[in-house]
């Protein structure tokens, strides 16, 4: 019976690689919930990337159109100097057609704008989410790696250094999930 029992030492080592592993166990589940949520962050930012190129281009295009509805209205205001008396209504209705569409480019030009602006805003909020989970991903992986050095070391005191990170990274994820906000940016624009 005296065999089956461990010495202090041997003891010690094994609760110490029982703790590790449950650690280890945990913070894998935690960054494994926030790998789902940030992958889905990231097809978001993506989505809102793209529309933000598409809103910008069409915005390019509703400028080129209103731009050369003013250039034909101008020339055909130049060209009606030219017209007789009877010619010069004909000669108005173009211009005023091409006025109205200059003016309502102008309109649709200005709500890509805003659009776009919108997309951008979207994108930033998104990324905020992303850095989180981000740091949470980074500050958890290191903490595995200092929990194996722990482990092999069989050093207690390591094991509390590798809970550092792994309470930070922990931190990060939740935030992330929950949407607070909590952001360390000089850590963020460092590691970025």
């Not at 003013?70 to 009877?86: D, G, Y």
């Amino acid at each position: 019976m005296e065999n089956s029992l461990l010495d202090p030492a041997e003891a010690r080592a094994s609760r110490l690689n029982a703790t590790v592993a449950v650690t280890v166990a945990l913070l894998s589940t935690v960054i494994g919930v926030c790998k789902v949520k940030d992958d889905n962050i990231v097809q978001a930012m993506q989505q809102a990337q793209a529309d933000k190129l598409d809103h910008w281009a069409f915005y390019q295009a509703r400028n080129l159109r209103e731009e050369l509805a003013k250039a034909t209205a101008a020339q055909l205001r130049l060209q009606a100097r030219s017209q007789t008396r009877a010619e010069l209504p004909a000669w108005d209705d173009a211009i005023a057609r091409y006025d109205k569409l200059a003016v309502e480019q102008a309109q649709k030009k200005e709500e890509l704008r805003q659009q776009a602006e919108q997309d951008q805003k979207n994108y930033d909020a998104l990324n905020y989410r992303d850095d989180q989970f981000d740091l949470a991903d980074a500050a958890i992986s290191v903490a595995i790696a200092a929990l194996a050095v722990a482990s092999l070391t069989q050093r207690w005191w390591l094991y509390g250094l590798a809970l550092v990170p792994g309470l930070f990274g922990t931190a990060m994820g939740v935030a992330g999930l929950a949407g607070w906000h909590l952001h360390p940016q000089t850590l963020a624009q460092w590691l970025s």
